[in-house]
């Protein structure tokens, strides 16, 4: 009752200033538990039909999303629709208790995300005047994943969706670990922020380099021992649930999505330095049962939400020569509205519309990863730290070694590292820095191509085959795929050399067997690693190299693996942190590689 009170009283006193062209009205609206969530609805002052909801739900505060008519909505706010904004529970001026990712409901009954959006599509329908009937929903991130979540179980009112840049796994692929490797410094800021109360606090850092404040903490049991104390929901999930259990298998969406019961335009971005494995996995789950041909994807040279503002023609030091962005809104989203929702126009998107940076164009595929006119290569690593698509002939002890050590990790980036939320900070651009710093450390392999005779188009799946053995009992393995730019760029002088990393992932290796039921390594003992590397559509420019690059730490992106087996790393000692050297085979019998998707 009191935070209806309170809500009542914001609706009161609220002296907010109206996007120009709308008006604006408050609800707390009832879901069928009794719980009422804050929503806004803004209906556009000058219109001659009947107008459809396109509405957003987010845990960020929906009364800043208001803001986005004017700029990060403008184009589709121009085509005329009823905007609805909304609060999820426990968050903000909503009711009830908030969920971090609140798995779908049994078959039993119950609430969760998809029907508090079908609840609240009912009574919009019979609550605002001068609808016609129907509805979208769109989102990027965590309302990414609420929009995937409201397909599950849709309002026949629900006539298109945009998830953009949603989850699907959080612990193979997402936001909270990569093939079950923590994600230290995002999961840990990002958890004490939406768990901090109704209202999202960012963690405050006594240092300016957060790479020393992490690497202060220790072992991560302290994070609870010394700031949290067991305050936030998410942060003793992560303890608790160190292997993908049933906790982690119920929160994975991709396994609900039996039917593609909505249109549906997935959006990724290859750069999306937090979510892009969902989008993707999410697109391919659906395509399975996709036999209306309702189901399409669109992948931008993007960082995480950066199709939806600004122009979008570079990112970082990166340039692309279009406005990638700017079309994104104006010829695929909005259009793709306008036909679901309004009737209007006509829908001449293929089934996959991906940007080809190196290329600088769009391409229109009939599925992604493509299933024509590609072929898979295998790029092997050589002797003298070459890169071959000729295999090896070598005896089998031919290797590279590096000694990793945890107390001296490879940070993710150039120092000094600042937080991900925060004044200053370039989260967003990491995954397009430069990696000559990393290639110059002795912890870092690196094997290089010959220069391109002619340009190279990579165009869907890439998989890293390690061969690799350890004189500790557990190892984490980082694989780079990166475009080497030549010494001389005559156009961008800033790129000569500049190495420009366009996939990779980590790999715990205890999970070699299975991500269940984690096993010691057994030092010394070669073993092979599969490591998915997601896909790419990327040209190799003649003149260019191609590089991989292997390390074990890339801290504080990722917590530190002690190298000692223990059961749970959150549990983990500090003397259970040791030294071990790793060694990355390249020999014919045990071929370290990485297989790319090429056009033929």
């Keep these: 009752m009191l935070i209806f009170l309170f809500a009542a009283a914001l609706m009161a006193q609220d002296a907010r200033p109206v996007p120009d062209g709308f008006h604006r009205r408050e609800a707390m609206i009832p879901m069928r538990d009794g719980v009422r969530l804050y929503t806004e609805i803004f209906t556009p002052v000058k219109r001659d039909e009947r107008l459809p909801f396109l509405m957003v739900r987010t845990p960020y ?22 905007w609805v904004f909304q609060d999820i529970r426990g968050k903000y001026a909503s009711e009830g208790r908030f969920v971090m990712i609140r798995p779908p409901r049994s078959s039993g009954g119950g609430i969760d995300e998809a029907t508090d959006a079908y609840d609240t599509v009912e009574w919009l329908l019979h609550n605002v005047e001068d609808n016609n009937g129907r509805a979208g929903m769109m989102g990027v991130s965590y309302p990414g994943w609420l929009t995937v979540m409201a397909m599950l179980d849709p ?11 949603s989850p699907d796994d959080m612990y193979l692929g997402d936001d909270f670990h990569h093939n079950g490797a923590f994600r230290l410094s995002y999961g840990f800021e990002y958890v004490s922020s939406l768990e901090a109360g109704r209202e999202n606090k960012p963690f405050v850092f006594d240092k300016y380099d957060v790479f020393e404040w992490y690497l202060a903490l220790g072992s991560l049991g302290n994070a609870n021992r ?10 003793n999930d992560f303890v608790e649930h160190p292997n993908f259990d049933a906790f ?15 249109p549906a335009l997935h959006v990724a971005g290859w750069w999306d330095q937090e979510d892009f494995y969902g989008p993707i996995t999410i697109y391919q789950a659906l395509e399975e049962h996709d036999r209306r041909g ?14 939806m503002s600004g122009k979008g023609d570079s990112l970082g030091n990166i340039r692309f020569g279009r406005n990638t962005a700017e079309y994104f809104r104006t010829s695929i989203l909005a259009p793709w509205f306008a036909f679901w929702l309004k009737d209007k126009g006509r829908l001449d998107l293929p089934e996959a519309y991906t940007f080809r940076a190196g290329a600088n164009e769009w391409v ?28 090896p002939a070598a005896q089998d002890d031919a290797s590279d070694s590096f000694v990793s050590d945890p107390m001296r990790p490879v940070p993710y980036r150039v120092r000094p590292i600042l937080p991900v939320y925060g004044a200053g900070s370039t989260w967003g651009i990491w995954l397009t820095d430069d990696q000559r710093p990393m290639h110059l450390r002795p912890d870092v392999l690196s094997w290089e191509s010959s220069t391109l005779g002619s340009d190279l ?10 061969f690799a053995s350890t004189t500790g009992s557990d190892a984490d393995w980082v694989v780079k795929l990166i475009d080497v730019y030549p010494e001389k760029v005559p156009d961008d002088p800033k790129m000569g050399g500049y190495q420009l990393m366009i996939a990779n992932d980590v790999f715990r290796g205890r999970f070699h067997n299975s991500f269940e039921k984690p096993e010691a390594l057994v030092p010394g003992r070669v073993t092979e690693f599969t490591i998915d590397l997601h896909t790419q559509d990327y040209r190799f420019l003649k003149g260019h190299r191609i590089m991989v690059q292997a390390q074990s730490t890339w801290f504080p992106l990722i917590d530190r693996n002690p190298q000692r087996y223990v059961a749970n790393i959150f549990d983990a000692k500090e003397s259970d942190f040791v030294r071990a050297t790793h060694r990355i085979y390249r020999s014919a019998r045990h071929a370290s590689r990485v297989e790319i998707q090429v056009e033929r």
């Design 61 to 82: 505060n929906c009364k800043l999303l208001s803001n986005g008519l004017a700029d990060r909505y403008k184009e589709l706010a121009a085509d005329g629709y009823i």
């Design 226 to 235: 010394r700031y949290f104390h067991g305050r936030f929901p998410s942060w």
């Design 457 to 466: 188009t990579l165009s869907g799946r890439i998989t890293a085959r390690l």
């Design 364 to 391: 229109r595929h009939g599925a992604w990863p493509p299933a024509k006119r590609t072929a898979m290569r295998s790029l092997y690593f050589r002797e003298g730290a070459a890169l071959s698509f000729e295999a």
């Design 248 to 262: 982690w298998q119920r929160r994975k969406a991709s396994p609900y999505l039996k039917e593609v019961k909505v």
């Design 155 to 165: 309002h026949p009112a629900l006539k298109a969706v945009s998830p953009q840049a």
């Design 294 to 307: 309702i189901n399409y994807l669109a992948v931008g040279p993007w960082n995480h939400g950066g199709w």
